[in-house]
């Protein structure tokens, strides 16, 4: 996980106790059914969260800080490496209560893409639908995620309208980012909710 630091800059940024905390989205790419973007959401334990729904199924990857992740599913911490998993519709809550800032790559996809996408990959689940809140680091999907991080890193670090990444090139990670996760995310046993505890050792 120490390589995702290194390689994405400028890290999470902080407001002050004065400021409320703010979400800052910026569109990497696009394409029909799906989208990629770069999430920084500078919001810390003086901020009180707020029910979010998930429009589009989501898979996200947390490359900086770390935050609480609640939904009617159960109760997840967020650290760098992980992947944070949304289903459509799904309500949700996001807390930072140990630290102040986080950042992820967020990937979106559109019902009829994702289901076509899970049919053809053939993934072993329960359907089209994630049925964790996340995924922790895995061995499997670390060199996709190093190669999205350097994709985000070099499209935050080159001004307008020098030459970007090409959309075939997020849409092949954003289908395999999105069949692993599925893959292992179905997997048994079912995730454990983390305790305080746990995330205070964490954090």
Not at 73 to 97: I, K, V
Not at 176 to 184: C, D, I, V, Y
């Amino acid at each position: 996980m120490a390589k995702i630091a290194v390689e994405f800059e400028p890290t999470p940024g902080s407001c002050s106790n004065n400021e409320p905390g703010r979400l800052v989205r910026r569109v990497l790419a696009s394409g029909e059914g799906w989208s990629v973007a770069d999430v920084l959401c500078t919001a810390g334990p003086h901020d009180r969260p707020f029910e979010e729904w998930h429009a589009c199924a989501c898979v996200a990857i947390v490359i900086a800080g770390s935050f609480q992740y609640q939904s009617s599913a159960g109760r997840e911490l967020m650290t760098p490496g992980s992947l944070f998993l949304g289903n459509a519709t799904q309500h949700f809550e996001c807390s930072h209560e140990h630290e102040t800032s986080d950042r992820c790559i967020s990937f979106s996809y559109q019902a009829p893409y994702f289901e076509a996408l899970v049919a053809e990959a053939a993934v072993r689940s329960r359907g089209p639908r994630f049925q964790r809140l996340r995924v922790p680091p895995a061995r499997e999907l670390s060199a996709l995620i190093a190669r999205a991080v350097a994709l985000a890193a070099n499209a935050t670090k080159r001004p307008c309208g020098e030459h970007r990444p090409a959309n075939s090139d997020w849409e092949g990670i954003g289908v395999e980012l999105a069949t692993g996760a599925l893959s292992l995310a179905n997997r048994s046993p079912l995730n454990q909710e983390s305790s305080p505890a746990a995330e205070a050792r964490v954090t």
